[in-house]
């Protein structure tokens, strides 16, 4: 049974039908799914959760899909990890990543996404799909695509890494590299979607497209056993999964599934290169001011979000607050997260887990109380960022005698380096 | 002097369906004038009570965003394109 009602703006609240819209035609804001609450909270419970396969659709009510979902009956659901090594380098106390870097079937949290925007544009009618990406996003619609058996094209910028670019073509799209950034990507695609007719995720789908990003946060507080964290990092690119992470937990507490008086206090992390929310944020203003991105976090470089003014406000109405790290903290914050946890996160992974070390730091998120960083994509794919920083394999014959000469010139190491001096 | 304006489908209402009009102007500002004398309705779709762009709008010159330039006192020229183009999550 359907629990959405309808679409509605979310500057001026004129209402509209269910259909592939995405501005308001009054006041072009960004129109919002509307849900039946009363008849959510009749029909979803713990239980009825705990019952259902280990994926995002087992919050399908809280999802705005009419029949039962098609796309993405594998995705979401991802590790939420007890990070105890992260949390001694760290100096706190209770510490967990929420782990999309292995998200199925494309490694990154647009997994989730998409199978919302996907499922929603086949109940729609569409053969083709489509989305404007730095990368992450173009290799899941490529993934879901193909197993969805549709049409699809992707716009990228052209400079993106190998692994992103192979990481979309291999499911056999037509790609378009795009001379520019991300903002221009966008730019273009927008004029595409008005004259082409086909289903952007990310632009006449994107009411539904980021309902999808609530699941992050209904997995979070299910598997902290249904209760909130008190601090949550998540990173900023075009806004989307932010204030849907304050929305996930705010429906939770609507519809009877968590109870108790905790408000996370959620925190937007950027790369120093790309800083537009982060720059309104320590301003005090509501002004975004688009940037020109330079970082190696292609994957967060966008200069101009679209849903940056909804960030600040969730950041502001938690209590929380945001930080920027530079390239180099980015790399460092890579690297702590392998070598405490064994996960391999990309560039924007990095990013988070050095803000979070800033803001211990800076006294901002205490040391003893419950934190979660959100990991949204997957280092393989984006091994350019730290190829000059690890070490290079030796290289000798296959003889015992060169290992043990080897050997014996290696300085003696234990487990894998925990203090920051180490990890070069 | 005339200049290229495209179009967003929320807009078209106003330009009897039209994907592209072309107006008179020396500024975005001027141009945003015209394009109300043309296609009445249109300027509060695009600005604020205070006659800002809108939070949700972007406007380009030949590609550019205006807020890299002049904001409403960019400068345009003869045979300049100039798109208006709703916000768009990010990807």
């Not at chain 1, 994107?206 to 598997?223: H, L, N, S, V």
């Not at chain 1, 050095?354 to 003893?368: C, D, F, H, M, Y």
Request: proline share 5%; glycine share 10%.
């Amino acid at each position: 049974m359907s629990t959405i009602t309808g679409l509605t703006c979310r500057e001026c609240g004129q209402e509209y039908p269910i259909a592939p819209l995405h501005v308001c035609e009054t006041c072009f804001g960004p129109l919002e799914v509307v849900y039946d609450y009363d008849s959510i909270r009749q029909q979803l419970t713990r239980e009825v959760i705990e019952s259902r396969p280990r994926s995002l659709w087992r919050y399908r009510e809280l999802l705005p899909v009419s029949g039962e979902p098609t796309v993405g009956l594998h995705s979401g659901f991802t590790p939420l990890v007890k990070a105890d090594r992260l949390a001694a380098y760290f100096g706190v106390k209770e510490l967990y990543v929420k782990d999309d870097s292995v998200n199925h079937p494309t490694f990154s949290y647009k997994d989730r996404v998409v199978s919302v925007a996907i499922s929603k544009a086949m109940e729609f009618g569409f053969d083709t799909v489509s989305c404007a990406s730095t990368g992450n996003l173009a290799n899941s619609v490529s993934a879901h695509a193909a197993r969805a058996g549709l049409r699809c094209f992707i716009f990228i910028p052209a400079d993106l890494e190998q692994g992103k670019i192979i990481g979309s073509t291999i499911y056999g799209p037509r790609a378009v590299g795009i001379r520019g950034n991300y903002d221009d990507v966008n730019r273009l695609c927008s004029e595409i979607a008005d004259k082409y007719g086909w289903a952007f995720v990310n632009i006449n789908i994107r009411p539904y497209y980021t309902e999808g990003a609530k699941t992050y946060g209904f997995e979070i507080a299910e598997q902290l056993g249904w209760r909130l964290p008190q601090h949550v990092i998540v990173p900023t690119a075009g806004g989307t999964i932010l204030p849907k992470v304050a929305k996930a937990f705010e429906e939770l507490k609507k519809v009877g599934l968590i109870e108790g008086s905790v408000r996370p206090k959620i925190y937007t992390a950027q790369a120093a290169g790309c800083a537009p929310v982060i720059h309104a944020l320590h301003k005090g203003s509501d002004l975004i001011v688009p940037v020109k991105p330079n970082t190696i976090a292609k994957s967060i470089a966008i200069g101009n979000p679209a849903d940056g003014y909804y960030v600040l406000r969730a950041v502001r109405d938690s209590g929380g607050w945001g930080e920027a790290v530079t390239d180099a903290e980015i790399v460092e914050g890579i690297q702590i997260l392998a070598r405490t946890e064994g996960i391999f996160t990309e560039p924007a992974g990095g990013t988070t887990v050095a803000v979070t070390k800033k803001l211990i730091e800076q006294g901002r998120i205490p040391r003893n109380e419950s934190i979660v960083i959100c990991i949204t994509g997957n280092g393989y794919k984006t091994i350019e960022a730290v190829v000059n920083d690890v070490e290079s394999p030796f290289e000798i014959n296959a003889r015992l005698q060169e290992f043990d000469e080897l050997y014996r010139s290696l300085a003696p190491t234990t487990t894998p380096a925990l203090g920051a001096s180490e990890l070069h | 002097m005339s200049v290229r304006v495209r179009v967003p489908t929320p807009l078209r209402r106003f330009t009897g369906g039209a994907e592209e009009v072309s107006v008179a102007g020396t500024t975005i500002a001027t141009l945003v004038e015209d394009l109300e004398k043309n296609h009445p309705g249109i300027k509060e779709r695009i600005c604020d009570d205070e006659g800002k762009i809108r939070r949700f709008v972007n406007i380009f010159v030949n590609g550019d965003d205006i807020r890299f330039l002049d904001n409403l006192e960019t400068a345009i020229k003869d045979g300049d394109e100039v798109s208006i183009v709703p916000a768009i999550a990010g990807g």
